[in-house]
């Protein structure tokens, strides 16, 4: 089995901090774990998803959340976080975690989502 499931999202007001977490499990991360791309995308009512930040060897963010979001991995513990400083109401949107292998395109594994809600 393969899994991915997110904590952290809540409801905060603008200006304000979250941290998602989300944690791996499954044969596919069992011992390999770091040969996985892991990312958080986003999708706000009536819009369609979008890509927030991916983390591999290196890191890299989308334009709206650079500076203010960071993503991290612990390869031990097989969790990736994402840290989401001086939040604003656009960034209103259930969270998803997400996994591929590092020379793939698509995105196979993904949770089951976790609400965020930035209030002004």
């Known amino acids: 089995q393969v899994q991915l499931v997110e904590s952290g999202g809540g409801l905060v007001q603008a200006g304000g901090s979250l941290r998602l977490s989300c944690a791996a499990s499954?044969?596919?991360?069992?011992?390999?774990?770091?040969?996985?791309?892991m990312a958080w995308f986003r999708q706000a009512p009536g819009k369609e998803r979008e890509f927030v930040a991916r983390i591999a060897w290196s890191s890299s963010y989308a334009d709206s959340v650079k500076g203010r979001f960071t993503i991290s991995r612990d390869n031990v513990k097989r969790t990736v976080d994402l840290l989401m400083n001086s939040l604003k109401p656009e960034d209103t949107a259930v969270y998803y975690c997400?996994?591929?292998?590092?020379?793939?395109?698509?995105?196979?594994?993904w949770g089951q989502g976790t609400q965020v809600t930035v209030s002004s």
């Open positions: 499954g044969r596919a991360f069992s011992n390999t774990f770091s040969s996985y791309t």
């Open positions: 997400a996994a591929k292998y590092v020379t793939t395109n698509e995105y196979p594994y």
